[in-house]
């Protein structure tokens, strides 16, 4: 399974940027898979942003993202769109994608890096004030 985010870029406070992860293999069902957005600003820890359950049913985000980002997925071409809208400087991170198979069927949507199986090169957001 092979992740690709893209989108990154630099942009004011009060901006959006909407980031984009492909996924793609030669065995991978997309379809089955939960996704999820993280992130990482420098010096500190790895931490979730959204995820989205394999069938796009239910969403989940972090307090701090809630009602500013907007998580969805295309199944059709593989991809899990992260927009983000008014974007604020502690937003700045490198952004990334991740998939687990773990949940397939169910209504569960994961929340820890852990629970994840699959990572994608981070792209980097800097959200200048």
């Known amino acids: 399974v092979q992740l690709q985010a893209s989108g990154g870029g630099l942009v004011q406070a009060g901006g959006s940027l909407r980031l984009s992860c492909s996924a793609s293999g030669r065995t991978f069902s997309f379809s089955t898979y939960a996704m999820g957005w993280f992130r990482q600003a420098p010096g500190k820890e790895r931490e979730f942003v959204g995820a989205i359950s394999w069938n796009g049913s239910n969403t989940y985000y972090a307090d701090s993202v809630k009602g500013r980002f907007t998580i969805s997925r295309d199944n059709d071409k593989n991809t899990v769109p992260l927009q983000m809208n008014s974007l604020k400087p502690e937003d700045t991170a490198v952004y990334y994608c991740?998939?687990?198979?773990?949940?397939?069927?169910?209504?569960?949507?994961?929340?820890?890096?852990?629970?994840?199986?699959?990572w994608g090169q981070g792209t980097l957001v800097t959200v200048s004030s």
């Open positions: 991740a998939a687990t198979g773990r949940y397939y069927g169910g209504s569960y949507v994961p929340t820890a890096a852990r629970q994840y199986d699959y």
